[in-house]
T-cell receptor, first 114, second 116 residues
Framework: AQKVTQAQTEISVVEKEDVTLDCVYE???????LFWYKQPPSGELVFLIR??????QNEISGRYSWNFQKSTSSFNFTITASQVVDSAVYFC???????????FGTGTRLLVSP | GAVVSQHPSWVICKSGTSVKIECRSL??????MFWYRQFPKQSLMLMAT?????????EQGVEKDKFLINHASLTLSTLTVTSAHPEDSSFYIC????????????FGPGTRLTVT
């Protein structure tokens, strides 16, 4: 069975601090996809990244970076120089090829204060 | 591209009534649509998967007679909450996927249902 664990329920930082959101997953498939979504107070999910299980390269997009390590089944997300607009709930999700549906973690609420 | 809309964005209904929520893919054909429910400060839980022209597949624990899903066309899926009760109050989110073998799901903005 597939499972996603986001152990951090809520994180509070001050603007300009770096913050890392942890994501640990479980799956029996060798082929799968990992995702990160942002959910601001408006509720609409914003897609951030998709990574397939064969691509372990880390990725950087502006202030965002992702660290994928299959050895530890982790797909962590780092925001550099956080801003107030980064305040939201962030979800990590997993999709196994065999089931083709998304399983979400419980989310991490990030609060960035000025 | 890949825009998904939901209507209404919020709805208040009385206990015992039914409410219909629409999910539309605006600029692509969605072979598969998904319906999720999210309670306050909780994660998204998949309710059902619907493929155009066939019956929806419900997740364990979801009452199919209470949450009627229809996917009549490649751009429209509807979720009807029948005989709604206050415990059905939640944020309902749909997503759409185009084609087989493509794992990207495009999410709608969500519908907030309040049952009084």
């Amino acid at each position: 069975a597939q499972k996603v664990t986001q152990a951090q329920t809520e994180i509070s930082v001050v603007e300009k601090e770096d913050v890392t959101l942890d994501c640990v997953y479980e799956t029996r498939d060798t082929t799968y996809y990992l995702f990160w979504y942002k959910q601001p107070p408006s509720g609409e999910l914003v897609f951030l990244i998709r990574r397939n299980s064969f691509d372990e390269q880390n990725e950087i997009s502006g202030r965002y970076s992702w660290n994928f390590q299959k050895s530890t089944s982790s797909f962590n997300f780092t925001i550099t120089a956080s801003q107030v607009v980064d305040s939201a709930v962030y979800f990590c999700a997993l999709s196994e090829v065999s089931f083709q549906k998304l399983v979400f973690g419980t989310g991490t609420r990030l609060l960035v204060s000025p | 591209g890949a825009v998904v809309s939901q209507h209404p964005s919020w709805v208040i209904c009385k206990s015992g009534t039914s409410v219909k929520i629409e999910c539309r893919s605006l600029d692509f054909q969605a072979t598969t649509m998904f319906w999720y429910r999210q309670f306050p400060k909780q994660s998204l839980m998949l309710m059902a998967t619907s493929n155009e022209g066939s019956k929806a597949t419900y997740e364990q624990g979801v009452e199919k007679d209470k949450f009627l899903i229809n996917h009549a066309s490649l751009t429209l899926s509807t979720l009807t909450v029948t005989s709604a009760h206050p415990e059905d109050s939640s944020f309902y989110i749909c997503s759409a996927r185009r084609g087989l073998g493509l794992y990207e799901q495009y999410f709608g903005p969500g519908t907030r249902l309040t049952v009084t």
